[in-house]
């Protein structure tokens, strides 16, 4: 988040940043991560599927994936840091390792126009239909409580992955 809000305040075109707010108590260091702008980042690689995980998504994702290479299944999990523009070149190879695809994010409509764009990119690249591991269409819910359980978490991620691996 760091090195994205840095890039995007010395961009010469107007950039629009959506904070996350699962990510303000997180910590770690503030080094960038050495990626230029538009590029995606494989946080983890693997085989059997590709998880594109969105903002706040990546920790659960990563999660997930730790869970089913227990269970000898292998996911790659890649951020796209930004949406627009979309890494499609990343994301495309990464496609063409596992043949499989599944999107987590909280905002079902952009993880739909990004599973759609993929899937015109590289259709021939897929083996199953792209996944989409989001909330249910409709309002967040304000309570903690309620919100906790309305947002895609790891057991509910590696569920889907699990399915769109052995099923798909």
């Not at 995606?40 to 693997?46: E, I, L, P």
């Not at 990563?62 to 499609?88: F, H, K, M, Y």
Request: with cysteine; glycine share 8%.
């Amino acid at each position: 988040a760091h090195a994205l809000l840095t890039q995007a305040i010395t961009r010469a075109e107007p950039v629009m940043v959506l904070e996350h707010k699962r990510l303000y108590d997180t910590t770690g260091p503030l080094a960038g991560d050495g990626l230029p702008w538009g590029r995606a980042r494989v946080v983890r690689a693997g085989r059997d599927a590709t998880l594109l995980a969105v903002a706040g998504q990546v920790a659960p994702a990563l999660d997930a994936a730790e869970r089913l290479s227990a269970q000898g299944i292998e996911v790659e999990v890649v951020d796209p840091r930004t949406l627009n523009p979309l890494d499609l070149e990343t994301l495309t190879a990464s496609l063409a390792r596992t043949g499989r695809l599944a999107i987590t994010d909280e905002d079902r409509c952009a993880a739909e126009i990004v599973a759609g764009r993929l899937a015109e990119a590289a259709f021939a690249l897929l083996q199953a239909p792209p996944c989409l591991i989001c909330p249910a269409p409709g309002p967040v819910p304000f309570a903690p409580g309620l919100e906790d359980a309305w947002v895609p978490d790891a057991p509910r991620i590696a569920e889907a992955l699990r399915r769109l691996c052995t099923d798909g």
